[in-house]
């Protein structure tokens, strides 16, 4: 079936990078983008990006523009978020989403925790 | 950018309840809105995509509707299992950006 498998949780310390991984099965992986959502804890969901997984071409919430890249491995159907500096507030659970067709977002990973402090 | 509203951000409710939401945008955005269900601690799950088109696998009792800046969407006849919290999102296709509206949690009375 379907579905986007992440990596496990993190604890970072403040001005560490953090990166998550996406493994995804069940579908051709280049066919489809890859959101990336961040949730805080006890607030709502936050769009961070996307890249296309086939040509590798990225765009990225404004807010978070020079700290977040996006990458994928096609060999291993797998795309990656890393987010540098990090801050307090980067606490949170990051999902990756399958892109269906114009911003719909169909299928998710099952989230990864990371936690941001000294 | 596009502003979403989402209301109310929380409800309280009985099940066998019809339940609305809504999401209103700041300018017309065509039928580019999509709903989302949340349960605590899981991954948020598709329901309706592109204002009103039910997600296979979704029961029926959930339908959405609108276009331009006002959206609704509905369950009918609220079961148990639905109690979560709800997200509409919103895609501009020129930007190309991404927004979720506030949320609105389901809770029963």
């Known amino acids: 079936q379907v579905q986007l498998v992440q990596s496990g949780a993190e604890v970072k310390k403040p001005g560490a990078s953090v990166k998550v991984s996406c493994k995804a099965s069940g579908y051709t992986f280049t066919g489809y983008y890859i959101h990336w959502v961040r949730q805080a804890p006890g607030q709502g969901l936050e769009w961070m990006g996307w890249i296309n997984s086939n040509s590798g071409g990225t765009n990225y919430a404004q807010n978070l523009q020079g700290r977040v890249t996006m990458t994928r491995d096609t060999s291993i159907s797998t795309a990656y978020m890393e987010l540098s500096r990090l801050r307090s507030d980067d606490t949170a659970v990051y999902y990756c989403?399958?892109?269906?067709?114009?911003?719909?977002?169909?299928?998710w990973g099952q989230g990864t925790t990371v936690t941001v402090s000294s | 950018d596009i502003q979403m509203t989402q209301s109310p951000s929380s409800l309280s409710v009985s099940v066998g309840d019809r339940v609305t939401i809504t999401c209103q945008a700041s300018q017309g955005i065509s039928n580019y809105l999509n709903w989302y269900q949340q349960k605590p601690g899981k991954a948020p799950q598709l329901l309706i995509y592109d204002a009103s088109n039910l997600e296979t696998g979704v029961p029926s009792r959930f339908s959405g509707s609108g276009s331009g800046t006002d959206f609704t969407f509905t369950i009918s006849g609220l079961q148990p299992e639905d109690i979560a919290t709800y997200y509409c999102q919103h895609y501009d296709y020129f930007r190309p950006l991404y927004s979720f509206g506030q949320g609105t949690r389901l809770e029963i009375k």
């Open positions: 989403a399958r892109d269906l067709t114009g911003g719909v977002m169909d299928v």
